[in-house]
Nanobody
């Protein structure tokens, strides 16, 4: 069973930074891409950043220029560096593994809470 374990969430003041980590129990290279989603209270889960196995990255407009996704294949870890955090970034952040084919499953982490408040 594949496991994704997020960490690094917490309470931060507006303008602050956090770095989230997602450690996989298998090689992340086995997936097409690794993603970060977030879900704010009362809202749908939203894709905010993804990184393919070749290193191509994409960002939602709401986080572009502030967040950076990266990966360390040797450590089976994906990171989300979040800078200039604002109250609207408050959400539960989830790591997700994109399958390479329809024969492969996708996987979710349990989520980590990020709260931006003064």
């Amino acid at each position: 069973q594949v496991q994704l374990v997020e960490s690094g969430g917490g309470l931060v003041q507006p303008g602050g930074s956090l770095r989230l980590s997602c450690v996989a129990s298998v090689s992340i290279f086995s997936f097409y891409a690794m993603d970060w989603y977030r879900q704010a209270p009362g809202k749908q889960r939203q894709l905010i950043a993804d990184i393919t196995s070749s290193g191509t990255t994409n960002y939602a407009d709401s986080v572009k220029g502030r967040f950076t996704i990266s990966r360390d294949n040797a450590k089976n870890t994906v990171y989300l560096q979040m800078n200039s955090l604002q109250p609207e970034d408050t959400a539960v952040y989830y790591c997700h593994a994109d399958p390479r084919s329809v024969h492969q499953s996708d996987y979710w982490g349990q989520g980590t809470q990020v709260t931006v408040s003064s």
